[in-house]
């Protein structure tokens, strides 16, 4: 069974940075797509971004010029920096890896991000 442990939430002012990291139990580049997801109270969980095994991003209007996820192969994990961070980014987030086949789809327990204003 493959894990995804987040890390990097907590509470931040409005204007600050977090950094959020991903390990996953498998390597990185044995799933198709890694992404983060975010949940706030009373909403469906949206992405907020995504990389693929080749290594194309995409991002959520939302958070475009202010977050970046990249990918650290050394220590198998996916990062997202998130910068400019305002009250509307507050929200549980989550690491999904998606490989080859609905089978092969994983969450991880999520990180709570609460940015105060």
């Known amino acids: 069974q493959v894990q995804l442990v987040e890390s990097g939430g907590g509470l931040v002012q409005a204007g600050g940075s977090l950094r959020l990291s991903c390990a996953a139990s498998r390597r990185i580049f044995s799933f198709n797509v890694i992404g983060w997801y975010r949940q706030a109270p009373g909403k469906q969980r949206e992405v907020v971004a995504s990389?693929?095994?080749?290594?194309?991003?995409n991002y959520a209007d939302s958070v475009k010029g202010r977050f970046s996820i990249s990918r650290d192969i050394t220590k198998n994990t996916v990062g997202l920096q998130m910068n400019s961070l305002n009250p509307e980014d507050t929200a549980v987030y989550y690491c999904h890896a998606a490989g080859y086949g609905p089978q092969d789809d994983y969450w991880g327990q999520g990180t709570q991000v609460t940015v105060s204003s």
């Open positions: 990389i693929t095994k080749a290594g194309i991003t």
